[in-house]
């Protein structure tokens, strides 16, 4: 397999989410949700569904390649209370044909810029424990294995476990 070298790269911008992104964002996520085991569902979201998920978010990126979005990324309440404000869940997808490139870092230090202004120094992420790319990528930008469901999910008729990772950031001094 041909993978273009990282000085070839396309040039990635990421955008604030505008509604107008919904349909483009719900398709980099349903890529992922019949053969590959980074998003849990086994069937595409409709938008309704999809909006419910991103109605929790505080931050919301699209990663763009030119004009094309091939990736977003969001932070979401670990809780909706007060004292868990400074604590951040992140949810990020990227096109396959996007990853190994270095775009998802790109992605990630731009979710980190936005938390960090509005006081998010925790990150949380739960990734499948069949998502080896996931838990590489991770484990690459810092992030520790904190704890483990097992047999929490169920995909491909198989069960999988739920890994949970976290990085923590200096807090802003502001």
């Known amino acids: 397999m041909f993978t273009t070298p990282k000085t070839m790269r ?12 919904l349909d483009a964002i719900l398709a980099v996520f349903n890529s992922f949700t019949r053969d590959n085991p980074a998003a849990y569902s086994e069937s595409p979201l409709t938008r309704d569904h999809f909006r419910k998920l991103l109605a929790q978010a505080k931050v919301i990126l699209t990663l763009r390649a030119g004009e094309t979005i091939i990736g977003y990324g969001y932070i979401s309440s670990y809780k909706p209370l007060p004292n868990f404000d400074h604590t951040g869940v992140l949810s990020y997808f990227i096109l396959a044909e996007y990853t190994g490139r270095g775009y998802g870092s790109e992605l990630l230090q731009e979710l980190f810029k936005k938390g960090r202004e509005i006081g998010i120094s925790n990150y949380l992420a739960h990734i499948s424990s069949r998502n080896e790319q996931s838990l590489s990528f991770h484990k690459k930008h810092g992030f520790k294995e904190v704890g483990r469901f097992k047999d929490a999910a169920k995909k491909f008729g198989e069960l999988i476990d739920v890994v949970w990772m ?3 950031l200096p807090a802003d001094k502001n």
């Open 166 to 168: 976290q990085r923590q």
């Open 10 to 21: 396309k040039k990635t911008t990421t955008h604030n989410f505008e509604e107008k992104d």
